[in-house]
């Protein structure tokens, strides 16, 4: 209605004064655009899950300088465990680890505030969720029942009681990974060293084993977490062995056929003179361009990063991040310029921008909390 009711009434002045006026319909039109694209832009959370509380704490975040502002205290039914949200910033989705279930709660676009939807049976030690790119279902990696399972979304954010598929896999399911053309699915094992690849129909649900049915790492990474670029020609993941050259990441090629992934290079995670037996990575991720890689490291307390050459998507390390102790998990923001690091022992979020040249710039260091297991940028839509 504004922005009809401006355009008419200065149409009118246009047509009498043309020079005198043009300006002002111009100046109209662009304060109307200006208003509906903030209408429009919804609000920055972080939410971190307090396992041994119970509860997921709701960060305000400025987009700009990257400060966050607590607001909200969630209690939870179980101890909370890793998130994960849905495509458009509605839902959280949590795996409540104490009691075997996967949990679905909506965010309030506003305030950040989360109501609990459901919560429905999966599987001992949910250790990893994600949303395939249609945001009809929720696949979840078991890292004790050693299985992967999918679970349909229905309009309302709410998981079916029963998952649509449920398919054992190897020991120590911990993490997912689906390409942007949401046709394939890769599951991560620290256990089995291996991942697991799968066809995805993105109508029913169903995984299909591959041919061959995964990937075999490297004596001794232990792959945890998996990502892909978003060109589906590449994939990346942490390796959680400590004790070897290779604790840190590794390079898999993708083959744009078969859909299957060939390990082509790993880098360590950590300086040279560091005792890597007393490292183990943890998570992984990349920003949204797939120009860095970042991953967690636990027991040097710090955060490495990883240039991705454009053309052969190699690594080169290019930075080691001193963070919070014991960073389980981080996060990175939408629009690829903030990290945040969860502590696990410190109780504590750190904030970092991240530069062009990918190096991390230290913010600052709020409190969350005892036992910070995951953290979770989120961008809501109104």
């Known amino acids: 209605m504004f ?13 009498k004064h043309p020079v005198r006026t043009a300006s002002r319909f111009y100046f109209a039109l662009m304060l109307t655009f200006l208003f509906l694209t903030s209408e429009a832009s919804g609000e920055s959370f972080v ?36 998130t994960t949200a849905s495509n458009d910033g509605r839902l959280l989705f949590v795996a409540l680890r104490s009691s075997g279930q996967v949990a679905a709660f909506r965010i309030h676009p506003t305030d950040g505030t989360l109501s609990l939807i459901n919560a429905v049976a999966g599987g001992d030690d949910p250790a990893f ?22 679970h349909r979304l229905a309009a309302d954010g709410r998981l079916s009681e029963s998952p649509v598929a449920s398919l054992p896999t190897a020991a120590n399911a911990h993490g997912i990974a689906v390409d942007s053309l949401n046709e394939s ?4 094992h620290t256990g089995a060293n291996r991942i697991d690849q799968f066809h995805f129909d993105a109508k029913s649900g169903q ?4 041919e061959p049915p995964f990937v075999t790492a490297n004596p001794g990474q232990n792959p945890r977490h998996v990502v892909l670029h978003p060109n589906n020609l590449w994939a990346y993941c942490s390796n959680e062995a400590g004790g070897s ?32 037996i007393q ?30 050459d454009s053309t052969s998507g ?19 923001t939408q629009d690829g310029h903030f990290l945040y690091a969860a502590g696990e022992a410190s109780g504590r979020v750190a904030g970092y921008r991240i530069e062009e040249t990918g190096e991390l710039r230290a913010l600052e260091s709020v409190d969350s909390g005892p036992v910070s297991w995951a953290v979770l940028a989120v961008e809501t839509r109104p």
């Open 3 to 15: 922005l009809k009711s401006a355009c008419g009434v200065y149409m009118v002045q246009l047509t």
């Open 47 to 82: 939410f971190v899950s307090l396992l041994e509380q119970r509860q997921i704490v709701t960060f305000a975040r400025d987009a700009e300088t990257g400060r966050l502002e607590r607001r909200h205290v969630t209690d939870c039914p179980a101890e909370p465990a890793f």
């Open 129 to 150: 969720l994600m949303s395939d790119r249609s945001g009809m279902f929720l696949l979840t990696a078991y890292y004790v029942s050693n299985k992967v399972s999918v």
């Open 185 to 188: 699915v890769y599951v991560s």
């Open 207 to 210: 995984l299909t084993p591959l």
């Open 245 to 276: 050259a290779e604790d840190g990441a590794s390079f898999y090629v993708r083959d744009p056929i078969t859909k299957t992934l060939t390990l082509t290079q790993s880098m360590s995670s950590l300086p040279a003179d560091f005792d890597a």
């Open 279 to 308: 490292n183990s990575t943890a998570r992984c991720l990349m920003t949204p361009n797939g120009k860095l890689l970042y991953v967690a490291n636990r027991g040097h307390n710090s955060l490495a990063g990883f240039a991705i």
């Open 314 to 332: 190699h690594l080169n390390r290019i930075s080691i991040t001193p963070t919070e102790r014991v960073p389980r998990s981080f996060t990175i």
